[in-house]
């Protein structure tokens, strides 16, 4: 018998009309031609800082067997230099190519500054993906009932290549391709306003992009209920929360279905629903130093409380291949002020720029969004929040990792300066090798419920 979802989304395919399509079939068939298969320009620009994107790089020197073990990661480019450094005494320089709060961050800390290398776009993806995207470019929509909205017709690849509204570019976010799964063990820190670093949890996490098991259909996607990003952590320190367990089953269609979060707390043995993990509800995961909508960009989400608008495309200064992080301790990473300016590595690429704002009647502490969002990850690489009074307050700062045996440029580090505070940190220190964002065989979507926490739990 098919669920309920299931039957709603066959009669809504069977209603949507051609004219529904996202983008044309003349206009899809510019993937893999002027556009890469993505949906990036893969001209050079202008002066050619930008180069063309001419598919995966080659591979031949790659310690393939190391990466896949999940031995410490490569960085193919620890041989090179920065072309330039921009800092607050020079920013003015660079104007068009900073946002306003990598401006506002290089003002606040004035020994902090911007190591600019050549610019590499190494992000691909298997040819499985590429067929994916090149089919959702002209089937997928979006479906919207009242606040809430989320994706028919796409699968297996970006639902919208070619996008023509805000909504569009950040789902296209949400979806990106970053591998199907992997493991890690992480870490976040906060900092007090004195520099004191303060761990506020590290364990084990297992991520999986469930829109990304090759091969499945639309139909069983929606008797899934539209399952996306999934994660399982469970936390070994700081010692009070050791033996803490969390696990998340996030949706591509808010309509349809809901996020779902449960957690295993030691001190009750129990596990529970944490319907709160969301939106500007401070992340205990961080001791709640964050938002979490604001970890890693913001992925976490759908149009519920903002509108989101194009503002444009241009060229941007943002960090890239960042896999020198992967020999760095806490002190190679973290100042006490600041990150270390030379544990970043930053390059120029063309960015799509999105604006959220809060809609009629809704409520967060962040009353307006600015995303800059890379062209050819569709990755978040900063975001910056003002508060009601149209001040400035928070701006994220994205990490990204090329990982070569995925094939990806995956974000999944960041740091967020709070300008009338102090700063935090995620994901930002791998030094211990075994889990430095193992690729893993995809597990059955059962390994991401709440049972298995009751079923993994040490404590």
């Given at each position: 018998?098919f669920?309920?979802?299931?039957?709603?989304?066959?009669?809504l395919m069977?209603?949507?009309?051609?004219?529904?399509?996202?983008?044309s079939p003349?206009e899809?068939?510019?993937?893999?031609k002027?556009?890469?298969p993505l949906?990036?320009?893969?001209?050079?620009n202008a002066?050619?800082?930008?180069?063309e994107w001419?598919g995966?790089?080659?591979?031949?020197?790659?310690?393939?067997?190391?990466?896949?073990s999940?031995d410490?990661r490569?960085?193919p480019?620890?041989?090179e230099?920065?072309?330039?450094r921009?800092s607050?005494a020079n920013?003015?320089?660079?104007?068009?190519?900073l946002?306003?709060g990598?401006k506002?961050?290089?003002?606040?800390?004035?020994?902090?500054?911007?190591d600019?290398?050549?610019?590499?776009?190494?992000h691909?993806?298997?040819?499985?993906?590429?067929d994916g995207?090149?089919?959702?470019?002209?089937?997928?929509?979006?479906?919207?009932?009242g606040n809430?909205?989320?994706l028919?017709?796409?699968?297996?690849?970006?639902?919208f290549?070619?996008?023509?509204t805000g909504?569009?570019?950040?789902?296209?976010?949400?979806l990106?391709w970053r591998?199907?799964s992997?493991?890690?063990k992480?870490?976040?820190y906060s900092?007090?306003?004195?520099?004191?670093?303060?761990?506020?949890?590290q364990?084990?996490?297992?991520?999986?992009m469930?829109?990304?098991?090759?091969?499945i259909s639309?139909?069983?996607?929606?008797?899934?209920?539209?399952?996306?990003?999934?994660?399982?952590?469970?936390?070994?320190?700081?010692?009070f929360?050791a033996?803490e367990?969390l696990?998340?089953?996030?949706?591509?269609?808010?309509v349809q279905?809901?996020?779902?979060v449960?957690?295993?707390?030691?001190?009750?043995r129990r596990?529970?629903?944490?319907?709160?993990?969301?939106w500007?509800?401070?992340d205990?995961v961080?001791?709640?130093?964050n938002?979490?909508?604001?970890v890693?960009?913001s992925?976490?989400t759908?149009?519920?409380?903002?509108e989101?608008?194009i503002?444009?495309?241009?060229?941007?200064?943002i960090?890239?291949?960042?896999?020198?992080?992967?020999?760095?301790?806490?002190d190679?990473?973290?100042?006490?002020e600041?990150?270390?300016?030379?544990?970043?590595?930053?390059?120029?690429?063309?960015?799509?720029v999105?604006?959220?704002?809060?809609?009629?009647?809704?409520?967060?502490a962040?009353?307006?969004?600015k995303?800059?969002?890379?062209?050819?990850t569709?990755?978040?690489?900063?975001m910056?929040?003002?508060?009601?009074s149209?001040?400035?307050?928070?701006?994220?700062?994205n990490?990204?990792?090329?990982?070569?045996?995925?094939?990806?440029?995956?974000y999944?580090?960041?740091v967020?300066?709070?300008?009338d505070a102090?700063?935090s940190?995620?994901?930002?220190?791998?030094?211990?090798?075994?889990?430095?964002?193992?690729?893993?065989?995809?597990?059955?979507e059962?390994?991401?419920?709440?049972s298995?926490l009751?079923?993994?739990g040490v404590?």
């Amino acid at each position: 018998m098919f669920k309920p979802a299931f039957l709603t989304t066959c009669l809504l395919m069977m209603a949507i009309p051609a004219a529904q399509a996202a983008v044309s079939p003349e206009e899809a068939a510019r993937l893999g031609k002027d556009l890469t298969p993505l949906g990036a320009e893969r001209a050079a620009n202008a002066d050619g800082s930008i180069p063309e994107w001419n598919g995966c790089p080659d591979l031949k020197k790659v310690p393939m067997a190391q990466l896949q073990s999940g031995d410490r990661r490569w960085d193919p480019y620890a041989a090179e230099k920065p072309l330039y450094r921009v800092s607050a005494a020079n920013m003015a320089q660079y104007d068009a190519l900073l946002s306003e709060g990598v401006k506002a961050v290089l003002t606040q800390y004035p020994d902090l500054y911007l190591d600019v290398y050549p610019t590499h776009r190494n992000h691909c993806a298997p040819q499985w993906v590429y067929d994916g995207t090149k089919a959702n470019a002209t089937r997928a929509t979006l479906e919207v009932k009242g606040n809430n909205d989320g994706l028919l017709g796409a699968i297996n690849g970006i639902p919208f290549p070619i996008p023509n509204t805000g909504s569009e570019v950040r789902w296209n976010t949400n979806l990106r391709w970053r591998g199907q799964s992997f493991e890690s063990k992480t870490r976040q820190y906060s900092f007090t306003t004195n520099g004191e670093r303060v761990l506020g949890s590290q364990g084990f996490q297992l991520d999986q992009m469930e829109g990304y098991r090759q091969g499945i259909s639309l139909e069983d996607h929606a008797k899934q209920g539209y399952l996306s990003w999934m994660f399982l952590q469970f936390t070994d320190a700081p010692s009070f929360r050791a033996g803490e367990g969390l696990v998340s089953r996030d949706t591509d269609n808010y309509v349809q279905s809901d996020r779902k979060v449960s957690q295993y707390l030691v001190g009750q043995r129990r596990v529970r629903r944490s319907p709160n993990a969301g939106w500007d509800t401070p992340d205990f995961v961080n001791s709640g130093a964050n938002f979490f909508d604001e970890v890693f960009g913001s992925p976490y989400t759908g149009d519920e409380r903002y509108e989101y608008t194009i503002v444009g495309k241009q060229e941007a200064l943002i960090p890239y291949s960042n896999n020198k992080i992967f020999s760095l301790d806490e002190d190679g990473v973290f100042d006490k002020e600041h990150h270390k300016p030379d544990a970043l590595r930053w390059e120029k690429h063309r960015v799509w720029v999105v604006e959220a704002t809060l809609k009629p009647g809704q409520r967060h502490a962040v009353n307006k969004r600015k995303f800059y969002i890379d062209e050819d990850t569709w990755g978040t690489a900063l975001m910056d929040g003002w508060d009601p009074s149209g001040k400035l307050w928070r701006v994220s700062i994205n990490v990204p990792f090329y990982l070569p045996d995925v094939p990806a440029q995956v974000y999944y580090g960041d740091v967020l300066y709070v300008l009338d505070a102090s700063w935090s940190a995620r994901n930002m220190v791998y030094h211990d090798t075994g889990y430095q964002l193992k690729s893993v065989e995809m597990k059955p979507e059962s390994d991401f419920s709440p049972s298995a926490l009751l079923v993994r739990g040490v404590r």
